[in-house]
C-alpha cells in the first residue's frame, strides 16, 4: 500500500475544484487517516463545505449532511424510535449513521444539541432508548463553524470541542487563489470528481498509522509542547493529554502520508496550531491570542 500515491490522488481531485487550500485539504485528510474529527472555522464563503463535500466525494464512501441552526434538535442527528401500524418499535435513522458527516455551521446550534453529540464523536454509538447502535466504520465528521463575532454563533463548549482531532482554519484566499477559483468556476460543470480510494483503502491507512514509528524524543517534543500550554502566563486552560495523543496520531498519519515510516520534529511543529488551538483557553487581556501563544512556544521550545 503506498499511502503517499493514495493522498496524492486524493489532493489531485480536490484540487481541481479548489484553488489553493493545500495544507486545509492535506489536514483533512490526516485527520481522517488518524479516524478523528475536524472543526473547519472561517468567516462564511471561504469553501469549508465545499472543500469537505469534495473530499468525501473523492472516496467511495457514504456521506451525509446536517445544517446547524437554532432549532435543530437531537433527532434530526441520531434518528428515532416510532410504533408502527402493528404496534411494532422501529428505528428510523438520522443522518449521523454515515462514513462522512458534514455538520454545517455547527456552532449556530444549541448547545444542548451539540452536547449531545459527544457520545458519537468519542464513542462511535448512539443510544436511543434502550438501545446502544454502533455507527459506521469509519465515521468521520466535519464539522464547520464561523467566528464567533458573526451573529447567531455561540462558542463551542470544550468538552465537545476537545473530542475533534483538529481545528483547521480556513483563511481568505490570496488574489491568485481567487483568479484561479474564477476561471475553476467557470469551467466546474465539466469537471467531475473521480472516487480514487475506497472504504476499505481508509481503513487500510487508518490501520497502518501504528506501524509508524515514534521515537522518545519526539514523545518528548509533544509533552514538553503541551505542558508549556499549561505554564504560559497567557493561558487560562492548557492542553490536555487527549492533546498529546492527538498530537502523536497526527503526527504518525502525516508521516505515513508523506511516505516516511518515522515522525519527525517538522510534523509536530505543522500540527501544533491545528491540534492545541481549539484546547486552549487564553486571557482576553493577554492581546496575543491563541495562535500566538502556540506559536511562541513552538519558537522556543529546542526540537529533538
Same mark, same amino acid.
Given at each position: 500500500?503506498?499511502?503517499?500515491?493514495?493522498?496524492?490522488?486524493?489532493?489531485?481531485?480536490?484540487?481541481?475544484?479548489?484553488?489553493?487550500?493545500?495544507?486545509?485539504?492535506?489536514?483533512?485528510?490526516?485527520?481522517?487517516?488518524?479516524?478523528?474529527?475536524?472543526?473547519?472555522?472561517?468567516?462564511?464563503?471561504?469553501?469549508?463545505?465545499?472543500?469537505?463535500?469534495?473530499?468525501?466525494?473523492?472516496?467511495?464512501?457514504?456521506?451525509?449532511? +446536517?445544517?446547524?441552526?437554532?432549532? /435543530?434538535? @437531537?433527532? %434530526? $442527528? #441520531?434518528?428515532?424510535?416510532?410504533?408502527?401500524? =402493528?404496534?411494532? *418499535?422501529?428505528?428510523?435513522?438520522?443522518?449521523?449513521?454515515?462514513?462522512?458527516?458534514?455538520?454545517?455551521?455547527?456552532?449556530?446550534?444549541?448547545?444542548?444539541?451539540?452536547?449531545?453529540?459527544?457520545?458519537?464523536?468519542?464513542?462511535?454509538?448512539?443510544?436511543?432508548?434502550?438501545?446502544?447502535?454502533?455507527?459506521?466504520?469509519?465515521?468521520?465528521?466535519?464539522?464547520?463553524?464561523?467566528?464567533?463575532?458573526?451573529?447567531?454563533?455561540?462558542?463551542?463548549?470544550?468538552?465537545?470541542?476537545?473530542?475533534?482531532?483538529?481545528?483547521?482554519?480556513?483563511?481568505?484566499?490570496?488574489?491568485?487563489?481567487?483568479?484561479?477559483?474564477?476561471?475553476?468556476?467557470?469551467?466546474?460543470?465539466? +469537471?467531475?470528481?473521480?472516487?480514487? /480510494?475506497? @472504504?476499505? %483503502? $481508509? #481503513?487500510?491507512?487508518?490501520?497502518?498509522?501504528? =506501524?509508524?514509528? *515514534?521515537?522518545?524524543?519526539?514523545?518528548?517534543?509533544?509533552?514538553?509542547?503541551?505542558?508549556?500550554?499549561?505554564?504560559?502566563?497567557?493561558?487560562?486552560?492548557?492542553?490536555?493529554?487527549?492533546?498529546?495523543?492527538?498530537?502523536?496520531?497526527?503526527?504518525?498519519?502525516?508521516?505515513?502520508?508523506?511516505?516516511?515510516?518515522?515522525?519527525?520534529?517538522?510534523?509536530?511543529?505543522?500540527?501544533?496550531?491545528?491540534?492545541?488551538?481549539?484546547?486552549?483557553?487564553?486571557?482576553?487581556?493577554?492581546?496575543?491570542?491563541?495562535?500566538?501563544?502556540?506559536?511562541?512556544?513552538?519558537?522556543?521550545?529546542?526540537?529533538?
Amino acid at each position: 500500500m503506498d499511502a503517499k500515491a493514495m493522498y496524492d490522488k486524493v489532493l489531485a481531485e480536490v484540487k481541481k475544484h479548489i484553488a489553493g487550500k493545500t495544507d486545509v485539504i492535506k489536514l483533512i485528510f490526516i485527520a481522517i487517516v488518524a479516524d478523528g474529527h475536524v472543526l473547519l472555522e472561517g468567516v462564511p464563503g471561504v469553501a469549508k463545505t465545499t472543500i469537505s463535500k469534495t473530499v468525501a466525494d473523492a472516496i467511495d464512501a457514504k456521506f451525509d449532511r +446536517i445544517q446547524g441552526t437554532p432549532d /435543530l434538535d @437531537i433527532r %434530526d $442527528i #441520531i434518528g428515532y424510535a416510532y410504533l408502527d401500524e =402493528s404496534k411494532n *418499535i422501529q428505528v428510523k435513522k438520522g443522518p449521523i449513521f454515515t462514513n462522512i458527516l458534514l455538520i454545517d455551521e455547527l456552532n449556530r446550534a444549541p448547545p444542548r444539541t451539540t452536547t449531545a453529540l459527544l457520545e458519537a464523536l468519542e464513542e462511535r454509538q448512539v443510544t436511543m432508548g434502550n438501545s446502544t447502535m454502533p455507527l459506521d466504520r469509519p465515521f468521520i465528521a466535519l464539522a464547520t463553524q464561523n467566528p464567533l463575532n458573526i451573529e447567531g454563533t455561540t462558542q463551542l463548549p470544550k468538552v465537545l470541542a476537545d473530542r475533534f482531532l483538529m481545528r483547521i482554519a480556513v483563511d481568505y484566499p490570496s488574489m491568485e487563489e481567487e483568479q484561479e477559483m474564477l476561471r475553476i468556476k467557470e469551467r466546474e460543470e465539466k +469537471i467531475k470528481t473521480e472516487k480514487v /480510494l475506497s @472504504i476499505n %483503502d $481508509i #481503513i487500510s491507512l487508518q490501520e497502518s498509522v501504528n =506501524s509508524v514509528k *515514534i521515537s522518545d524524543s519526539m514523545i518528548a517534543y509533544i509533552t514538553a509542547i503541551v505542558n508549556a500550554t499549561r505554564n504560559d502566563i497567557h493561558v487560562v486552560m492548557g492542553g490536555s493529554p487527549r492533546a498529546e495523543i492527538s498530537f502523536m496520531k497526527c503526527a504518525k498519519a502525516k508521516a505515513l502520508i508523506e511516505g516516511r515510516s518515522e515522525v519527525i520534529a517538522d510534523d509536530i511543529k505543522f500540527l501544533a496550531k491545528p491540534v492545541l488551538s481549539h484546547r486552549l483557553v487564553v486571557r482576553s487581556t493577554g492581546g496575543i491570542g491563541v495562535n500566538g501563544v502556540i506559536d511562541g512556544i513552538v519558537a522556543t521550545m529546542p526540537a529533538p
